[in-house]
T-cell receptor
């Protein structure tokens, strides 16, 4: 079974731009979670989607948003990019319930100049 | 709320055992995970344990859980240079609501294995 895939793997943007990252979960997984990883803050939960609905959200500003499609694929969007948004963005998929094991993709490395 | 703490560095010789430690705070219906991250890569799930278990063994990996002290450890037997990576402890609570899809991670332990 194919793992979680994320595209693109690398992105370079400038301040003020917006960016969209994509995540395709493992086949049969309906929950997708997003995390931001930075050297200073570590791994932080952004939000989780299940059945096209956001079920949970972390403490990030409204510039960070996401959505999920009927095939469980998910996108996250960051608008008005800031230098501090430079990070590795990781997507994870799981079956359904809150504590189902999460499997991670390789991440998208975003650099904001 | 949840909080997870780990020691930051561990250095061992090839062939020795490595023990990575973690403490957590949430005590209700908690699942605890160990993930491995190699440079430039995502997180690889190594193993997990539910909070009503004491121990879990999986090949070279042994997870020990002390529920009273909320202390979790990962022992890697016969550590190899390929085990050099960052190891993350994480917890989640099976309570729905604000726990949906949310893993709380420790800071990560950098394991260095010397030949």
């Amino acid at each position: 079974k194919a793992g979680v895939t994320q595209t693109p793997r690398y992105l370079i943007k400038t301040r003020g731009q917006q960016v969209t990252l994509s995540c395709s979960p493992i086949s049969g997984h309906r929950s997708v979670s997003w995390y931001q990883q930075t050297p200073g803050q570590g791994l932080q939960f952004l939000f989780e989607y299940f059945s096209e609905t956001q079920r949970n959200k972390g403490n990030f500003p409204g510039r960070f948003s996401g959505r999920q499609f009927s095939n469980s694929r998910s996108e996250m969007n960051v608008s008005t990019l800031e230098l501090g948004d430079s990070a590795l963005y990781l997507c994870a998929s799981s079956l359904e319930v809150a504590a189902d094991t999460q499997y991670f993709g390789p991440g998208t490395r975003l650099t904001v100049l | 709320g949840e909080d997870v703490e780990q020691s930051l560095f561990l250095s061992v010789r090839e062939g020795d055992s490595s023990v990575i430690n973690c403490t957590y705070t949430d005590s209700s219906s908690t699942y605890l995970y160990w993930y491995k991250q190699e440079p430039g890569a995502g997180l690889q799930l190594l193993t997990y344990i539910f909070s009503n278990m004491d121990m879990k063994q999986d090949q070279r990996l042994t997870v020990l859980l002390n529920k009273k002290d909320k202390h979790l450890s990962l022992r890697i037997a016969d550590t190899q240079t390929g085990d050099s990576a960052i190891y993350f402890c994480a917890e989640t609570v099976n309570a729905g609501g604000t726990s949906y899809g949310k893993l709380t991670f420790g800071q990560g332990t950098i394991l260095t294995v010397h030949p």
